[in-house]
């Protein structure tokens, strides 16, 4: 089992830029992929982006294309939220959780076990 724990949140103003940490223990990641999902205040739960660790591979909801990266240091079993370009609409508690198969990291779906969360909020 990966016991998964989140950081790095904070306020930031809009245009700013924030990294979060997604810290595993117990099994390394290579055989699992990692998501990034939020959720803000009232709202549903957005599924933002997926990592296939074995090889890099990434995938992102069309809403943070081009400003969030996700990315994985195997050194460190921590994968990573680079978040550029924020806007107020990003404000939410951003979570990163196994997925269930890398199979389905493409539709980014079949999300499983998730830490605390980390709280984002983005200033106008």
């Known amino acids: 089992d990966v016991h998964l724990a989140e950081s790095g949140g904070g306020l930031v103003q809009a245009g700013g830029s924030l990294t979060l940490a997604c810290v595993a223990s117990?099994?390394?990641?290579?055989?699992?992929?990692i998501g990034w999902f939020r959720q803000g205040l009232g709202s549903e739960r957005e599924k933002i982006s997926c990592?296939?660790?074995?090889?890099?591979?990434?995938f992102y909801e069309d809403s943070v294309k081009g400003r969030f990266t996700t990315s994985v240091d195997n050194a460190k079993n921590t994968v990573y939220l680079q978040m550029n370009d924020l806007k107020p609409e990003d404000t939410a508690i951003y979570y990163c959780?196994?997925?269930?198969?890398?199979?389905?990291?493409?539709?980014?779906?079949?999300?499983?076990?998730w830490g605390q969360g980390t709280q984002v909020t983005v200033s106008s």
């Open positions: 959780a196994t997925v269930a198969s890398e199979h389905l990291c493409p539709y980014l779906i079949g999300f499983a076990s």
């Open positions: 117990g099994d390394p990641l290579d055989d699992y992929a």
């Open positions: 990592i296939e660790v074995s090889d890099g591979t990434t």
